[in-house]
């Protein structure tokens, strides 16, 4: 198992359609692990194949709701449908979230109340999860990722300057940036 190198936006792959798994290998299998160690690394809920230079559509995800339970596991090939959009605007207490690929930062996005999340696992068995608040935000998030969609895409007007800014000031923005866990100080 190893930690990898997390890509920072301006990264084409990281604004690019990830393609559908269809090889489900011993590299698969290691190549998730990888993702496992990287993201409890980073420390993230969430990582997408994509973050890692690897254009397929799966990712991790591993956080403890309010009840203590933990929700942890591989979703590879997903799709999400979601609930109306919540209308108003985002507040940056309870919406703000972030983003391994835009490390440091955190902006208010509103996302869905309720997702239902359809993936199979690293052993091609569907699954279902029926999820709310902030899991149903972590499920959003990493799903855009796999459309090649970063949640600073999708910010409101009076985010949409600060988040430019920070990447700007960051020198992110350009191919070629990335952050080792562990080793660089970019945690999220
Ligand atoms: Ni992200």
């Not at 109306?84 to 955190?106: I, K, Q, T, Y």
């Not at 999820?131 to 999708?154: K, P, S, T």
């Not at 988040?163 to 100080?185: N, R, T």
């Amino acid at each position: 198992m190893a930690v990898l190198p997390i890509l920072i936006t301006g990264e084409p792959v990281l604004h690019s359609r990830a393609l559908p798994v269809t090889d489900f290998t011993e590299d698969l299998k290691n190549l998730v692990d990888d993702m496992f160690e990287t993201m409890e690394a980073a420390p993230g809920v969430g990582l997408a194949g994509p973050q890692i230079g690897v254009a397929l559509q799966l990712f991790v995800y591993n956080w403890v709701d309010d009840d203590n339970r933990l929700w942890r596991g591989a979703a590879i090939n997903p799709e999400l449908w979601l609930s109306s959009p919540v209308l108003g605007e985002a507040d940056e207490d309870e919406d703000s979230e972030g983003c391994l690929s835009v490390p440091g930062e955190r902006f208010p996005l509103l996302r869905a109340e309720r997702v239902i999340l359809r993936a199979v696992d690293l052993n091609q068995v569907p699954f279902e999860i029926v999820a709310e608040g902030w899991l149903a935000r972590i499920f959003q998030h990493e799903f855009d990722h796999l459309n090649g969609v970063l949640y600073v895409d999708r910010l409101e007007q009076t985010w949409h300057k600060p988040a430019a800014k920070a990447i700007k000031s960051g020198g992110w923005g350009m191919p070629g940036k990335s952050w080792l866990p562990g080793v660089d100080d970019l945690d999220a």
